[in-house]
């Protein structure tokens, strides 16, 4: 078990720049999240995967944001056009769904820092 | 609204004491989740206790204690004998049964707490 893999680690870009995030989850685990967090808050949540499904989108994603998950396994995060604003933590966390879903428990990468000047 | 509350924006500790981190909730749901989540400085984000809505009992995992008041919508950690180590984040979550805009799965946290042990 290897856990939840994010790379990279920091990413700095100038404003109008893309970036692309990568999300490697633990093997079998079939939901993935993305998050973003900010300095002095708590996550969250901005879309999830059921395989390779994109099931939901917050509010929270405009337009230049866009992510996939091909073959249901790793997932990347595109933000294009990037803004001041855009600079955050973004955390990938990972599941695997059973029956019950109150108490499934999300393992958290570490995040990819991003840094937009 | 907010649905998770964290009203303690940072703590301090002494080590080998217990120190309580409080959260309160929102929710019209029968049915929730409750999840405690450390974060050190390196980011990554550890699970710590669940509470289940219907659990009659509150939970425990080593030194980590849940304080659950179901009619009161709080959910406090509790840690023992605290460590150098215990210094980080703490975040409180909440999953509804419903879950977010209809979906199941989606954690909600509050915007935590920072926890300093003091040596």
């Known amino acids: 078990d290897t856990g939840v893999s994010q790379n990279p680690r920091h990413k700095i870009t100038k404003r109008g720049q893309n970036v692309t995030f990568r999300c490697d989850p633990i093997s079998e685990h079939n939901r993935l999240y993305w998050y973003r967090q900010t300095l002095g808050q708590g996550p969250e949540f901005l879309t999830y995967f059921q395989n390779e499904a994109q099931l939901e989108k917050s509010r929270l994603l405009s337009d230049r944001f866009s992510a996939e998950r091909p073959k249901g396994s790793f997932s990347t995060l595109e933000i294009q056009r990037t803004e001041q604003g855009d600079s955050a933590m973004y955390l990938c966390?990972?599941?695997?769904?059973?029956?019950?879903?109150?108490?499934?428990?999300?393992?958290f990468g570490s995040g990819t820092q991003l840094s937009v000047l | 609204a907010q649905k998770i509350t964290q009203t303690q924006p940072g703590m301090f500790v002494q080590e080998k004491e217990a120190v309580t981190l409080d959260c309160t909730y929102d929710?019209?749901?029968?049915?929730?989740?409750l999840f405690w989540y450390k974060q050190p400085s390196s980011g990554e984000m550890i699970f710590l206790i669940y509470q289940g809505s219907y659990d009659e009992q509150n939970a425990t995992e080593g030194r980590y204690s849940l304080n659950f008041q179901k009619a009161r919508k709080s959910a406090n950690l509790v840690i023992s004998a605290s460590q150098l180590g215990d210094s980080a984040m703490y975040f409180c979550?909440?999953?509804?049964?419903?879950?977010?805009?209809?979906?199941?799965?989606?954690?909600?946290f509050g915007k935590g707490t920072k926890l300093s042990v003091k040596p």
């Open positions: 929710t019209s749901d029968q049915s929730y989740g």
């Open positions: 966390a990972t599941t695997k769904t059973g029956a019950a879903s109150t108490n499934e428990k999300l393992f």
């Open positions: 979550a909440m999953r509804e049964a419903r879950g977010y805009g209809g979906s199941q799965g989606n954690l909600i």
